[in-house]
């Protein structure tokens, strides 16, 4: 019996043994499968948070300010340059478009999308963005659905364009006024001129002499005036197009020379002195542009300077520039004109220079020939305090 029972338990010990080493490679390999899941998903949940991160680079990277909501309105998602410009740095995502945004064409092209299920087209409008800046950005807004069906919300893309409404107001400013420029000489050439031929028809041989002298000095002075305006329209196209400007060491006491000579008489007649000095004695430019530059800095501070004022003219250096400044004792610029000075037809006191005589291209003639030369021209003016030209040239050419 002895034998009998240790002989069953010897079998029931075995196969105690055998279950046991079995659940144990079962449990190892279910142990083993957890692990590769596991790994599986750290490498899934790795690859997940890299594309994120370059979704996110590629969002912050984007120049357009970007927004998607859902169905209620909420934002999903919106990357830095909408934080930036719509939430001054911060946009809560509990908010709904209509806490976002004032203007109520932003809201409605959002419900076309999300109610209707249709893209608006791009329209520009004016917005006031978070830091006081009035805007103009053109916006499209576009359904987001699953399977093409199920709208669950709306992604709008805002597009700032108001380099280019600014531009398009420039060109609309240029026609009206270069329409308004060629229309005053050539009313005044074709009104004397009529005169001129009534008279004559009436009584040809009564027509008086003062009078025909001086509506023809009118008629000449006018033409004049017109073909120093297109004189003027047509260097101006040339110096924007890709004229080359041939560069050489000019010598600043030279050209001073030669252009205060010129100008001797204008500045006698007005009491006016002219002053010049020449501690950079060369500067690398095109000669005959930078001869153009002087004449109309110096013909400006002439003008606007009354009898009995000065204009002075410095060339230095200052680190790797050569800086030419036109100083006079002039009526001087306000703030505000400084920064619409340098456009076409742009003037602070239309009558007065009108009176004056200008074509309204000077100064942005001045400032096309600079920047082809790489350097730059800034304004330093207030009332009844005169005004500084200041051009800078760079030393050596950047190409």
Known sequence: MLIVFVFISLIVAAFFLYFQSKQNSERQALKDQIEDLKKKYEVANQNLRIEEGELETVMSAISDAILAVDKE?????FNTKFETVFGQGRVPKFLRLREIFEDVEIVKAFDLALVEGRSSLPHPFKYRIASGQEKYFSLSVSPLSRSGLVIYGALGIFHDVTELKTAEQMRIDFVANVSHELRTP???????????IDDFRKDPENLKEESTQEFLFKISRNAERLMNLVGDLLDLSSIESNEVFHKELVQTEDIMSRLSKSMEVKFRNKKQTL???CNQKEVLADPNRLEQVLINLIDNAHKYTPEGGHVFVTWEREGNEVVLKVKDTGVGIPAEHHPRLFERFYRVDKARSREQGGTGLGLSIVKHIIQKHEGTVSV???PREGSTFICRFPLKSKH
């Open 73 to 77: 309105g909420r934002p999903i998602f």
């Open 186 to 196: 050539l009313t005044s050439i074709k009104g004397y001129t009529e005169t001129l």
């Open 275 to 277: 002053d010049w000095t």
């Open 380 to 382: 330093q003016s207030a």
